[in-house]
């Protein structure tokens, strides 16, 4: 009797918790609200299952606790009703699976028209590198990587020219146009992580992965690093700021491209064999 | 030995069939029984001491040992639960604690927990000790490997634990143990700590073999007369499943443990890349960090119903016993145990939706692991359907197991959350997924557990667990438990990532600080309790009440052994031999509210029984 109550006390107290709870997802900053909308529907047919399984449970703990004058009944099988219970559940799993793989499709196909973004990532941080007049990144590799070429840039590789360089853990996007993340890694797994976003996509070493997503607020955003990645997980953080088209474009010129910075490193570097002469 | 077993009534019985051949109003060949086509096992009996209770052939005894070792390390992970949480509800307090030792609790509370613990004390422990016992066995085929068995598993818990005394501590890669991080400096324990973990799970897997194959053979080989495949107990065919898992998907962590070895002590380069480590280009190059994802998850998805499966079988018993009504739909029961199982080594890459792998593979992973779905949604169907019209005990027992389908409904539905694909990705690799595995696969089978320890302690020790002291500890552990992880998924919608050290000021994750106060003084309360079952155990042991042979009145064989507890070789003079499924609960028109499975058809000729 008490069990009952009790249990019955804890699906209520769920359900409560749920409804009342200041814990909830953060307001979104993306396109993808339909992975928030396949969540609503996930709780409610997934919820309403829960609390209907539960429910008939405390049911029975009260209707049907033991009477040493009463028996059970001897019904080995109800073929019928396997059946029903089977297909119906088939079902409620197939209503939820659809929305899922619909917006998995767009997930994986990538707008034409999305800006690339090259996010390098290492233990522990990030930098981030944007096409220049071209449009394209130029190609990298892990062994190119110098105080010059912090993004290993391949020097042959005429794309790689104009490509801007952010060497800083914030980037600027641009509200309203979609972005296509390509994640690098120089040495461990590690995930460029924007709740407000709800995108992500580890970062591979050795590989280059892609996920994108069209930022639609205007404001400051944290990056976290959401695939383990050594002692210094919690702490490699970054950061987004979106803004407006106008502001965007103010702040994209006023950053130095590949070519800007090889010549900042040979003057460098002159004059530094100037000052070794002397 | 030979005319021993041909020498009964049920091998006359057939001769008389043989005989006339016709059927009369009662058919006296009903309770005919094919007679047995391999002589008796011939069991070496213990000499000494160190026979009997530490190198022991013993099923029983081995699974005692094996449940022993396995709630050793149980203890260990729970210890350094203990740890995490108190660095993450009051930080203030763990000053002692550095992000190095974090995450070596974590990883190692991990790894414990679902190898160590969980695996060996549903296979290692209940496998061993009832799979002979319930199909009727005097042992398992192979004693001497089921010896060998354990203490490999020993040596494996002894190597795993020696890695917490060896320079630069325990691995603290994660559970996952995921490279390149796992071998290079950055995380904690990348020396002796992985190299130690690494060999000790080689151990384990080897150890895991010995057992597995006498697990499978025994129940294939060496049931009784009349113990055909579709009158096995649940808690047979989930242990029977959860092997052939094992034996499956087991090697394959035994040769990413090996390719790993290698990776770090020779160079060599399966699963490293090109590499820049402090400014320099490491000897690697070529390999794939995803390769081993793959390799890790397609042991890691089975291991989870390796731990699921024995769980759903002993708590299809158990509510059946306990409601004293036949299991609802054994036949489909059965079906959807093999059937999740098969399907378990299709879903892996779920684990991987945002891993970098190709993202086509998201389609058809999220289909099978939706698919799983349903055989798991009509295992809960039909607990709930065995409780109706029930006659429900609601004993210590029973509270377990309603404890075990509340988490285990919870969890379940939370796994369709990440299972489907999209859904995933902002929820993949935040506390909602600790939420979600923690309530489905451990919390859920350790309902199960605790549910089992109290129902067979009777048989084990002869003695009868103390009921109220047994409730104390069922609402702790359920309340607490329960109000650790149901909230916790709240956090993961905000955002919050798994394996921080620290939150630093977030703003919105902020809030979650009380939460994490909150939950951390749950955990504590919640594994204090579990001492009530030692304090129980121990006290029961010394003052407890005699059990009765059978006190819950069940009718499988574990039950009818000629000693309480049973001796080794288990049924003394003659094997038993079965003539029906071990759920006739209930049966109209029969005297008592159970039928044992040894009861023959004739005894049992005047009521309403359906045919096994």
Known sequence: MHAGIIFLLVIVGSVLFHIFTPWYWTDIASNWGGMDSTITLTFWVGGGVFVAVCLFMVYCVFRYSHKEDRRAEYKPEDKKLE?????????????????????????????????????????????????????????????????????????????????????????????????????????????????????????????????????????????????????????????????????????LSEQETFQQLSARYEKLNLDGNKLAKK | MSEEYDNNKSYQAQS???????????????????????????????????????????????????????????????????LMRLQLGFPELAGFMTAEHYYQFVTMHGMIMVVYFLTALFLGGFGNYLIPLMVGARDMVFPYVNMLSFWMFFVAVAVLMASFFVPGGPTGAGWTLYPPQTILEGTPGSGMGILLMLISLSLFVIGFTMGGLNYMITILQAR??????????????????????????????????????????????????TILKAGEVLEYGGGSPILFQHLFWFFGHPEVYIVALPAFGIVSDLISVHARKNIFGYRMMVWAIVGIGGLSFFVWAHHMYVSGMNPWFGFFFATTTLIIAVPTAMKVYNWILTLWRGNIRINTVMLWCLGFIVTFVNGG????????????????????????????????????IMGAVYHWFPLVAGKMLHEGLGKWHFWITFLGAYSIYFP???????????????????????????????????????????????FNIIKTLKTGKKAEQNPWKANSLEWYTSTVPPEHGNFGERLPVVHRWPYDFSVPGAKDDFIPQTTAPSEVANTEVEKT
């Open chain 2, 16 to 82: 008389s069939e043989v005989l006339d051949g016709s059927a009369g109003s009662i058919n006296p060949d009903m309770d005919y029984v094919r007679p047995a086509e391999i002589p008796e096992q011939d069991l070496y009996h213990a000499h000494s001491f160190i026979e009997k209770w530490i190198f022991c052939q013993d099923a029983k005894v081995i699974g005692v040992q094996y449940f022993l070792t396995a709630v050793f390390t149980g203890i260990v992970g729970l210890i350094l639960s203990w």
């Open chain 1, 83 to 251: 059946k029903i219970l089977t297909w119906a559940t088939t079902l409620g799993v197939a209503a939820l699976l659809a929305p899922g793989l619909i917006i998995w499709n767009q997930y994986v196909n990538v707008p034409k028209n999305a800006l690339e973004v090259d996010v390098m990532a290492w233990q522990w941080g990030w930098q981030y590198r944007l096409p220049g007049a071209d449009g394209k990144l130029g190609t990298t590799q892990v062994r190119n990587i110098a105080d010059n070429n912090p993004f290993g840039i391949n020097p042959d590789d005429p794309f790689g020219k104009d490509d801007i360089m952010i060497e800083s853990d914030v980037i600027n996007l641009e509200n309203n146009r979609p972005v296509k993340i390509l994640l690098r890694s120089v040495d461990v797994l590690h995930n460029w992580y924007v709740p407000q976003f709800r995108s992500k996509m580890d970062a591979v070493p050795g590989t280059v992965t892609f996920y994108w997503f069209e930022p639609n607020k205007v404001g400051e955003y944290e990056v976290l690093c959401a695939e383990y990645c050594g002692v210094g997980h919690y702490a490699m953080r970054g950061g987004v700021e979106v803004q407006d088209k106008a502001d965007y474009e103010v702040w």
């Open chain 2, 224 to 273: 009784t007369r009349g113990m055909t495949l579709m009158r096995m107990p649940l808690t047979v065919w989930g242990i029977f499943t959860a092997t052939v898992l094992a034996m499956l998907a087991f090697p394959a962590l035994l040769v990413s443990a090996i390719m790993m070895t290698l990776d770090k002590v020779l160079q060599t380069s399966f699963f490293m890349p």
């Open chain 2, 488 to 534: 916790m998924h709240y956090l993961g919608f905000i955002g919050v990532p798994r394996r921080y050290f620290e939150m630093y000021d977030s703003p919105y994750m902020t809030s979650a600080v009380g939460m994490n106060e909150f939950i951390s003084i749950a955990a504590f309360i919640v594994g204090a309790a579990q001492f009530i079952l030692v």
């Open chain 2, 413 to 448: 539905i939370t796994g369709i959350f990440l299972g489907n694909v999209s859904v995933d990705v902002p929820l993949s690799d935040t506390y909602f997924v600790i939420a979600h595995f923690h309530m489905v696969m451990g919390i859920a089978p350790l309902m199960v």
